[in-house]
């Protein structure tokens, strides 16, 4: 692996780790709003492949947006005991 490439699969690690950017969150907020158009378009139109092309978008957005909040969730842990590690010094 070249250097850049382990940097890449580090910092892609860490963001894992940490929760994503907001401009992360921003992009599943838009793809879920995108599977609910597409959705009650093919619902409007009798399209069924529309409808489960929607229904697939939403379910991948809402994934994104649950590791997010693990993401959130793990940071605000490791923070409390940086916390109280440094506090209890």
Known sequence: MRPRQSYDVACGA????????????AKSKVKKMKG???EKV???THNEQAQK???????EAQAR??????GDAA???????????????
């Open 14 to 25: 860490w963001r894992e780790i940490l929760g994503m950017s907001k401009a992360d969150k």
């Open 53 to 59: 092309e929607g229904r697939s978008e939403q379910a």
């Open 75 to 89: 940071r605000d842990v490791k923070e409390s005991a940086e916390r109280k590690f440094t506090d209890s010094e």
């Open 42 to 44: 093919g619902q409007a």
């Open 36 to 38: 609910m158009a597409k």
């Open 65 to 70: 947006q649950a590791g997010d909040k693990m």
